[in-house]
């Protein structure tokens, strides 16, 4: 089965710092990994879509890499803002039933 | 958010009782799923439909029930033998040809 894990679970750091946001899932066999942000009480955006067969995506400040064989996705954002506060949750998709297996996230906290 | 609607934002259940989450959307997508998150964790499938009066179990769907009678709705039971049912539910939706998933705004759901 499944399983999707992301490190850390917390994070804290200055405004203005580049950072990176790590997940990792067991089975490389997948159709796509997605990144969402969710804010406090309230639903999840989606951040970033990449395919199985892409190695990274961009949009904005915020730079989503993906090494299928490793098991391995990283979430980049560069000079960090207080507005960048909220939950970051990673999620895969196996084959094509668009069925997502998420992780538990990383509660991210830019200080002004 | 944007054209889905889940309501209400709270909602109180007592011992016993069956009671009803609403997830509508005017996207016009034929996928939606109901999604359960618990504190500091990522979201776990209970249910989803593909098409109107079509659904499959996710992972979690012991002591809930659905129902697509209708392209724009999927509401969420969660009965009386669904025995931990205080989290936060998330509806979503998807078209075929997309692979991202749109969220609602969320249900919270507690106990009395």
């Known amino acids: 089965k499944q399983e999707v894990t992301q490190i850390p679970a917390a994070l804290s750091v200055p405004e203005g710092e580049n950072l990176v946001l790590n997940c990792s899932f067991t089975?490389?066999?997948?159709?796509?990994l997605q990144w969402f942000r969710q804010d406090p009480g309230k639903g999840l955006t989606s951040l970033l879509l990449?395919?199985?067969?892409?190695r990274e995506q961009t949009s904005g400040r915020l730079n989503a890499s993906l090494d299928k064989s490793s098991g391995r996705s990283t979430l980049y954002i560069a000079a960090s803002q207080p507005g960048d506060s909220a939950t970051y949750l990673c999620a895969v998709t196996l084959g094509s039933a668009r069925q997502l297996t998420f992780g538990s996230g990383t509660q991210l906290t830019v200080l002004p | 958010d944007g054209g889905i609607t889940q309501s209400p934002k709270y909602l109180f259940r007592k011992e016993g009782q069956n009671v009803t989450l609403s997830c509508e959307q005017n996207l016009n997508h034929d996928a939606m799923y109901w999604y359960r998150q618990d504190p500091g964790q990522g979201l776990r499938l209970i249910y989803y439909?593909?098409?109107?009066?079509?659904?499959q179990k996710g992972d979690i769907a012991e002591g809930y029930s659905v129902s697509r009678e209708k392209k724009e709705s999927f509401p969420l039971t969660v009965t009386s033998a669904q025995k931990n049912p205080t989290a936060f539910y998330l509806c979503a939706t998807s078209t075929w040809g997309q692979e991202t998933q749109y969220f609602g705004p969320g249900t919270r759901l507690l106990v009395l």
């Open positions: 439909s593909q098409i109107v009066n079509d659904f």
């Open positions: 089975d490389s066999a997948i159709y796509n």
């Open positions: 990449i395919q199985s067969s892409q």
